[in-house]
């Protein structure tokens, strides 16, 4: 497995969560990370990238709630969910992208398994 993402769960509305995801490639430190989500249903949709220089991007449903931030020495991305909302109830996957910044899921090369957020109201 070479994207390892874990810290999902289950929250009441208005909480708080930190996703990590773990990269077991050194090639990943040079790579864009973002994070994806899927809801039951739904289409996998963009949450969050991060550049390896740091420059972030994020979906307008998360902006001013998530902050996504990575460490290049230990190649793990983070993504910090705050003020979680039912609407974020979703199957959370980490990336890696070889072409550097994408917000759409085919840009990605690597992919993580996912880790289950459920938030209720």
């Known amino acids: 497995v070479q994207l390892q993402a874990s810290g999902g769960g289950l929250v009441q509305a208005g909480a708080s969560l930190r996703l990590s995801c773990a990269a077991s490639?050194?090639?990943?430190?040079?790579?864009?990370l973002g994070w994806f989500r899927q809801a039951p249903g739904k289409e996998r949709e963009f949450v969050a990238s991060?550049?390896?220089?740091?420059?972030?991007y994020y979906a307008d449903s998360v902006k001013g709630r998530f902050t996504i931030s990575r460490d290049n020495a230990q190649i793990t991305v983070f993504l910090q969910m705050d003020s979680l909302k039912p609407e974020d109830t979703a199957v959370y996957y980490c990336?890696?992208?070889?072409?550097?910044?994408?917000?759409?899921?085919?840009?990605?090369?690597?992919w993580g398994q996912g880790t289950l957020v459920t938030v209720s109201s």
């Open positions: 490639r050194r090639t990943f430190s040079r790579h864009a």
């Open positions: 990336a890696a992208s070889a072409g550097g910044y994408s917000e759409d899921a085919t840009g990605y090369n690597d």
């Open positions: 991060i550049t390896w220089t740091g420059r972030t």
